[in-house]
């Protein structure tokens, strides 16, 4: 490789050290990994449910685990359609599936095709198809357009390449997503270097065995380098990439996240990127192909960093950087101009050969101030730099909202009746016996909140005929008391409020309080976005713990009545949200905000708005009006409430019971200025109003 200084025998250990401490572990990467397995599995799941033939893969550096908690990598989502097929020749062809012929000639550039309109009622070309999709060639094919995946965009999406992004917010991930259409076999071009006869142990023959086993997709997009891009499709075989870095050791892992640091710090031109993190991954790749593996260790991270810089500088001088498997394919062919291939060498050359002085000007995760404290370059600083232990609970805590979250996102999606919700629950049930460990924890996770919705269902259409709760109703409810530490059994609470059953609501409403420890329990809404930075150390501590399972315990998520068909589990105070749009409200809704036609509210503030009402019933006044306290001090201290306006709310209206209506207008106020729109505020502030100037 190169000659080794002796000192960078020290740099390198000291910065393996830094990465351990910044989470690139082995621990935290299979974590990571885990995770993201998971949130592929439930949305694949949920997608089964409700009739989409669509698989999801989470692709990217947080699937692999190759990031850190600075790098602030985006979430990358692969659906691949199922219902189409793209083949190679006629015999692929495949009955009740939309098929795509794909064509490669001379003028196709290499790892791209087009694709012919087959038809699926035979192996024939499709002659006519109208559509901005579509278009002929000029032998009179029917071509398909890589603009068709630009029929899931929504609002605020932009097209990138093949994906869909959405843009980073403050406290949110940006995102992007991709539609492809899977291959029957894999092409040509990608399949020879599954047989490729290389002299050098990676990747290994059983490796390429596995990856031959693995999809391969088409995804929406034309070379830069074409005239025409809008009826080309690159391959993609990214679940061939995940195989080979789930193969890596922690030494190339962590030259992979130096990189990527690296390329954020030094290599932006005018803030833009011209050197992907994909360049970065396929080099690596090509360096791990070309040196043994008795190279990547970590006494020699420095080394093996320098000899990855150094190949893609070489890459950046030719401006050829072929893909790993299809090497046709030049990841830098059109990329930038002759004046920013210039710049970027200059600043390359700043870097290499690298004694590590380049690395303690790397801000992401205080790379470099840890490095220069490990070699007693400084003396340590404590300002905002988390020690490791802190650092792992962190990244685990991130991992556990992030999963409870998307629980939350997938039972907000469909009909809330019992026709659409039993059949859901049964299918849901018969994954769980016939999945993998991934497909049990995925069905664990979603199935409890959809129980509890059907047993609210039955148990407001009982309240309605006969004021009781049936024993089918509370079976449902008892089967979904662990969706989440508190919002399901808070629901049973509200149901037995509502039915005028005061001591059992008291006894559940109790028992929740003396087991929820707010310095460790978590609210989680999924109803809107809301940037919260506030997250407890308890709750990180436990995630880092008992991870995916520690949801029913350090998780509280808000109490949520779909529809009105759920009204009568309600309390009148709370059911004014069902109704908080006016004609004009609904002109200023976005997409994603039928939850406004809820009644919902965080789970903290409606057990002590349930307290203070029971009490109220049972003429117990001392702790009526602890209840009352606490719902105060609650939307004043909690800082990741996502309804703070409808605890506002609530609260107003147990001080209106109070005959304290100045102080109930405060609060409505206080509401409205959280949200002007699509509030319930202004109903109370009419009536409080009345009352105070009657």
Known sequence: MFHTPDYYHNISMRLSEVLDDIGVTENIVTKRRRTHLL???????????????????????????????GLQSDFDKLGCINHSIVIQDWSEWTPGKFNFLMIQNETTPP???????????????VTHETGDDFVDDTQGRILLKNTIIEIIMIQGDQRQGPSLASAAEPGFIAKDSVLALPCKSWPQSPRAWLHQQETNIWPTAEMRRYTKSTKCFLVGVGS?????????????????????????????????????????????????????????KTVLFHCIASKPSCVWKECNILNCLNYCLFTLNNCLLNEHCPHFIVHENNLMAGKFSAEVKQQLLERMSALIPSDGISLFGIQIDNLGERLQIKLNMINEVHHDILQPDEYTNLVMGNLLTNTARLVLEIEQVGDRNLETLLPKVIQLERYYRAGDILGKTACRLLIPLFCTSIGSLIASQNIQ????????????IEAGLDSDFASSRLKLASIMFCVGNAEITALILSHIEEQYKIEVIRPICRCYKFNTHCIKAGFCQLSSQYGVEALMYIVAFCVKFFTTSEINCVPHELQYEMFRSTQEDLLHRGRGDNWMDCAVVDSLPYLYFLQYKTYSFLQRPEEQQQALTKLGWVINTECSLGHRETALNLLGQCLEQENRHADALQCYMSSLSLRERNNAARFHICRCLAIINS
Request: charged fraction near 15%; include cysteine; proline fraction near 3%.
């Open 39 to 69: 949130r592929e599995t439930m949305l694949t799941i949920h997608l089964r449910t409700i009739g989409e033939q669509t698989t999801v893969y989470n692709l990217g550096s947080r699937s692999e685990g190759t990031t850190t908690l």
């Open 111 to 125: 790892g791209y095709c087009r694709l012919q309109c087959i038809s699926p009622d035979a192996p024939l070309p």
């Open 224 to 280: 830069r380098a074409s005239e025409n891009a809008a009826i080309e499709w690159r391959f993609s075989t990214s679940l061939a990439e995940r195989c080979l870095v789930f193969s890596l050791n922690i030494t190339q892992i962590k030259c992979y996240v130096l990189m990527k640091m690296i390329l954020k710090t030094y290599m932006y031109i005018s803030a833009e990127s011209y050197i992907s993190s994909f360049m970065c």
């Open 465 to 476: 005929i006969n004021r009781t709760v049936s024993p089918q109703a509370l079976r449902w």
